[in-house]
């Protein structure tokens, strides 16, 4: 099933919109179809008599201050606040900023800005195909196919972001390089690359500007590279007999416009082009208070930094920051029922911008379901009380969020999932075809030099690389204000009056700036967020705990211009004030950026973070050097972290829970 | 269901054992009920004359040697192996270790031993139930009780190991302290402890040596303690709707005996009354070399220890090894069918032997169940041939084995979870009760002393404690000779020939002695144990690699006594070469032991261990510092770690998986 909204005809919607407050006014919707529409409309209107290309590289919603969106959540049946968008384009190669009013069902530009820093908006998915195009059409470029022997009709191509290596401004273009592929009797064409190619073009200009053809590479055998079922034959993995989670009443959650109800949890749920899945104004009810408590204003990912390890000439540019590159939400790809997700999901749609300024729609771009892995929620069994049989136990339901990011060969799977409990954990799942390289060698005895991966196959090389994915996490534990607590374990020895000679115990820092929240933990800490100014009935600070995922220490030089770019990984933790325009840990414009706006530029501001609305990011990391057993396709690796609430209740909050 | 096995008559079952090669002849097949008796009658025989009591600790079977297992597994039609079970005993104040042979169905001691070391055999249930009951009846205990207008029969006890803090062996006695509960009026007896009063019970002669009534301490209210459903009244938290796991044609596992089948996992599951399930010889089929490859030899829980970190008088000994104390699978819960396993779960009895000797069963000691939560086991969408769909996507459907052990106030989930990719996943949950300390404190602002712990409660104290599990995974990737290596990820500066500066390579590291295997990583590091003897048809070493668990730093002093024991938490990693009589991190005798046979002197021997059969010995640990949201009863918390198939397969195993 699609979200309900979108089966509405679009008059009805636009009744909706216009005359009275909908139940999917909530702030932070996502704009519509027909809200990009009038967006764009009045952009374009600004832009009549150019000659060059417009292209549209983010359209969504401009965020309402925090004060606004917090006063409409607590009482929703006000009126709905002013819709604005925030609208990036590329026109006269330059890019420009606009806030568009979205007032009355009108579009009407509220402010606009030329952006003079370094680095370039998101890659479009349009420009990146006309890129390729333009080099396929490209005569020399034939000719170049031809020489090798090669059909030119099985040659694929795609788009890589190029990194920035310390030229100027000035001379830093909105290029991209096209690398290509060969697709003759295998659709797994990331394992067959046309290396010793590749083209550059000019995206502004839409023109190729160079074309290097620097030798003729080994072309790997298709043989055992496809992996649809299609063109499998037996042998076959023993099958095992169907598994099937029904939910014979339906799903427990409730979706109105955007906000789901679910257990005790409320929450707004979106999706936005650049980063996917977004969770805001979430809240958990409090049975014991009987109420509504605030947990997360806002949570997403903010960028995910993936530097491939081979500095050869053909591939040391491949440093890729996939959100502010190319996008997380506009390169999800449609979920498929029963297998992406499980057969009780529900499915949502959502709309980008194409870079015409055209509504794009996106089908199944995520999907929500109760999640019940036969885990259990708490149990105890009782033996101490003679004669009586005590046991309790609780089974584990909780809801999962789920988009699924294919940047090319990868395939995220990014999960949300809300427990009972207040537990929210966040998981990235890595799937999807290695980035192979070509080779002479066809056996490991014969490599006798750094080859920056492994042999996975003969003529195939997998490259060492990693992937640091930064996570933005505006928790508001019962609040705004807010503190950063670590709570370091520490050894004592005794007084001696036991023959006990050392314990630990809690050593609490409520960290005051910025500069020191950034954190890799190598000494026993617990992070918390706590609200200072909200006590539990003992007199506890109510918070949450952060259970930190796993924590990849960056290994390239702190002055490579990789590392720059990406220094989201040269911490775990940080820690910053909220501000409404600070949400990029790799900067707003990534794309050939210099880094000179990421998150240690944010932080080195070192502001006050004592009992203020802050926000937490954390990074977690993967470093992963290829094995062969990932070839042709690679069998997930999970990695994830939890938010955990922690003084945040009385008492257990499901507690009364009841067995079903 | 139960094991069918255990619903064949006696006789049916004596001509199964005594007259043809059963199926359930495996070489690690547990001691059925019959061959307990047997054994433990054999063993009585030598004891008809002694005064004192005769107590058995342990009868389990007797593992044969290596070389013969492995014959015995690569044709299992051949005659069942001699069985031979190990008992210890401890009768005249002697621990007392035997191997009684089973041949033709009858006993006969092959050899008997007293054993001279420090330390004492693990708890029997029942005499810590005696220690108990000869406390409650002691005449001035029942005093000190009625002094606190206490009800005597609302007391409740527990025994407690008090560890080793440094006496000479001659004069450390088995002994126990008993300490007391309140169950008037709430079963949550852990949070209503009677401090100040405790007795010492001698196990040997079953009398209390002495009774400590030291101080009178507050007993915290009981509301607010019960976790029964039936004690419940409104408000409840929000029921959602049901959520079935069903296999309407059945489990696609098949059991034979204690030999499990699933997919393409063959192994043998039995259970043992000191540390629960074990897994063993388990091989996993290659669909491309149409061949079983051996995976693991013996995968099981080592030791679990868990340090308190208060210390003072009534607290500093507690510092429990729970499986060499306790016995994780004599303190093994039955299952509750549908809520500690799902609907779709098979259960299977247990037996092992009461102090007396004689069979007890476990019901539902264990469980097995395939196992969908939703998730992938790989996937991929191809959008960069122009025109065509491709989009491939694999369920995740797994194997878990569960057992429940619950040590006092604890429950541990205990998880092994097989999947198709090769893929062994362990993980343990950490639920049930916090184990409270009085305070005479009820709010937190009063708190002006170190209080080595949480106030979770107006007077209720939730004492920081820590718990450290050692797994003992006697690997045998594709043979038995293996090496452990280490890949360390070293940064490096390129030669300038580009612009890019770093990047990071893999420094492999053969591990040559024992020594050198200990490891608590801090720099990233790869961990493999491979077969340098067996290559993939491109060369590369078949392996698996472990991606550890949560490790956490042991924050107890090297000189303090509870570390000395417990030294197993010294590093996350060891290899040890493979020796059948080296199985326990904490040594075979750890209640009051001193320490001196653990991981530590194991590996202080420094063999090789280089193209070696080796076992890894992988701890996890967590600290915990309780939380509110904790009390009355703990939300899970889980940690786990995985074996991961590593250039093991030529390529990904489950390529050739169906999509159901």
Chains 1, 2 share one sequence.
């Not at 979106?270 to 979430?282: E, H, L, N, Q």
């Not at 999907?367 to 149990?379: N, V």
């Not at 009935?537 to 918070?543: L, P, S």
Request: charged letters at 25%; a negative charge.
């Amino acid at each position: 099933m699609a979200h309900p909204i979108f089966k509405i005809p679009i008059l009805v919607f636009l009744f909706l919109f216009t005359s009275i407050p909908s139940i999917s006014s909530h702030p932070f919707d996502p704009l519509s179809s027909l809200e990009i529409q009038i967006v764009t409309s009045t952009v374009k209107s600004k832009f009549t008599n150019i000659a060059q290309r417009l292209t549209f590289h983010y359209v969504g919603i401009e965020d309402p201050n925090k004060p606004d969106v917090l006063s409409w959540v607590a009482n929703p049946r006000s009126p709905p606040l002013p819709r604005q968008a925030f609208v990036v384009v590329r026109a006269n190669k330059q890019t420009h900023e606009f806030i568009v009013s979205l007032a009355n069902g009108k579009g009407s530009i509220v402010s606009e800005h030329v952006y003079q820093g370094t680095g370039f908006p998101t890659l479009t998915l349009q420009e990146q195909e006309e890129a390729i195009e333009v080099s396929l059409k490209h005569q020399p470029f034939i000719s170049s196919i031809e020489k090798r022997g090669l059909n030119i009709s099985d040659v694929v191509g795609s788009a890589f972001s190029i990194g920035w290596y310390g030229e100027a401004q000035s001379e830093t273009k909105r290029i991209v390089k096209v690398l290509f592929f060969y697709k003759e009797s295998t659709v797994n064409v990331w394992l067959r690359p046309i290396e010793g190619i590749e083209t550059t073009v000019d995206l502004d200009d839409m023109v190729l500007t160079e074309l290097k053809d620097i030798h003729v590479s080994v072309m790997p055998k298709s043989e055992g590279t496809e992996y649809q079922a299609s063109t499998m034959r037996p042998p076959f993995l023993a099958e095992t007999k169907p598994i099937l989670v029904n939910q014979p009443h339906g799903p427990s959650f409730v979706v109105r416009g955007h906000t789901v109800s679910w257990a005790n949890w409320d929450f707004h749920l979106s999706f936005d082009m650049r980063v996917g899945v977004v969770i805001s104004t979430a809240s958990i009810y409090d049975i014991d208070q009987q109420k509504k408590r605030q947990v997360l204003y806002r949570g997403q990912i903010s960028e995910l930094f993936v530097p491939y390890q081979d500095p050869t000439e053909e591939w040391y540019y491949r440093t890729f920051m996939d959100a502010g590159e190319f996008g997380m939400g506009s390169s999800a790809v449609a979920l498929e029922p029963h297998h992406d997700c499980p057969s009780n999901a529900m499915f949502f749609d959502a709309y980008h911008a194409g870079q015409d300024g055209t509504p794009v729609k996106l089908e199944n771009a995520y999907c929500m379901f109760e999640k019940y892995a036969g885990d259990i929620a708490w149990r105890h069994t009782e033996a101490v009380i003679p004669g009586e049989l005590i046991r309790e136990v609780r089974r584990e339901v909780s809801l999962v969020i789920r988009t699924i990011t294919v940047i090319g060969n990868y395939d995220y799977i990014l999960d949300w999932e809300l427990k009972k409990c207040g537990t929210i954990k966040l998981s990235v799942s890595l799937t999807g075809i290695m980035e192979g390289k070509t080779t002479t060698y066809k056996h490991e005895s014969e490599v006798k030099e750094e080859i920056y991966g492994l042999l996975v196959a003969p003529n195939t090389i997998g490259i060492n690389h990693d992937h640091f994915i930064t996570y933005y996490l505006d928790l508001d534990i019962d609040g705004q204000e807010n503190s950063f607590q670590k709570l370091k374990l520490k050894s004592f020895r005794t007084d001696g009056s036991t023959p006990r000679k050392s314990y630990w115990s809690v050593v609490s820092e409520e960290v005051k700036k910025e500069l020191d929240a950034r954190l890799r933990p190598t000494e026993p800490v617990e992070l918390h967020i706590v609200n200072p100014n909200k006590k539990t009935a003992v007199g506890n600070k109510v918070g949450y705990r952060l259970i930190p995922g796993p924590m990849a220490i960056p290994l390239l030089s702190e002055d490579d211009y990789p590392q720059i770019r990406g220094s989201l990984c040269d911490y775990d933790i940080w820690v910053t004030p909220y501000n409404k325009s600070e949400k990029w840990a790799g900067g707003m414009y990534v794309d050939r950026g210099h880094g000179d706006k990421t998150l240690t530029q944010i932080t080195e501001q070192n502001r006050d973070i004592n009992n203020k609305d802050i926000v937490l990011w954390h990074t977690i990391g993967f470093h992963h050097h290829p094995s062969q057993d990932e070839f042709p396709i690679m069998p997930t690796l999970t990695g994830g972290f939890e938010l955990r609430p922690t003084n945040f209740f009385d008492r257990n909050p499901i507690l009364k829970m009841r067995s079903p």
